[in-house]
């Protein structure tokens, strides 16, 4: 019984430190610029810019090169042409280990150069959009969001396990597409995961 109990125990540490409070679909998404690497190349990335050309996926991680970071990156890292087949683009971005993010977007099994990383210091960005653990509200939590041309959350999940986020905003992604013809996204979703 002491067995079951610990991992039980673990869960509900683990479910008590996301926020769970994330922007709802229809709410303006927050502009914001942060520094940025993409293949390890410094640059200052601009979301209203980056709307301009299309949807925008924005995730947050708690921190690179951290086991759950690693598996999402890559997962994002290997979805990047499904993603850009739809015209959307994609941002990671965290406040943990920021001085290492040039390294992490352009290795080989995280983000391997293929979409960019930006530094959120004291987790500024990620407070704007309701996305910081609660228990350590410096850090991000591991939450992703749709932005539609309009500046809109289109959708939004909000998961500390990291395998369901790309599957969550490609469909998403889909899902809008089709309700507006084919077009730039117009449409609000909403998914939760544990």
């Given at each position: ?6 991992p ?15 922007l709802?679909?229809?709410t ?5 610029t942060?520094p ?8 200052t990335?601009d ?6 050309k ?36 994609v ?7 920021t ?11 995280k ?12 987790a500024?960005?990620a ?5 910081t ?8 939590s591991r ?8 500046g ?18 490609l469909?998403?992604?889909?899902a ?12 609000a979703s ?5």
């Open positions: 019984m002491r067995r079951l109990a610990l039980v125990l673990l869960g509900l540490l683990a479910a008590s430190s996301v926020a769970g409070a994330a709802k679909p229809g303006p998404a927050p502009m914001f942060a940025a690497f993409l293949a390890g190349q410094p640059f990335y979301l209203k810019a980056a709307l301009a299309g949807p925008v996926v924005l995730y947050f991680f708690p921190a690179a090169f951290t086991p759950g970071c690693n598996v999402e990156a890559a997962a994002f890292s290997q979805a990047i042409d499904r993603f850009k087949a739809h015209g959307a683009s941002i990671g971005v965290t406040a943990g280990n001085e290492r993010l040039a390294e992490f977007s352009k290795d080989t099994e983000c391997a150069g293929k979409f960019p990383v930006a530094a959120d210091e004291g500024k960005i407070k704007t959009y309701d996305a653990l609660t228990l350590k509200p410096d850090l991000s939450t992703s969001y749709l932005i539609g041309q309009d809109r959350i289109l959708a939004e999940y909000d998961s500390m396990n990291p395998n369901q986020h790309v599957k969550q905003m469909d998403a992604l889909q809008a597409q089709a309700k507006a013809g084919g077009k730039a996204p117009a449409a909403s998914a939760k995961g544990g």
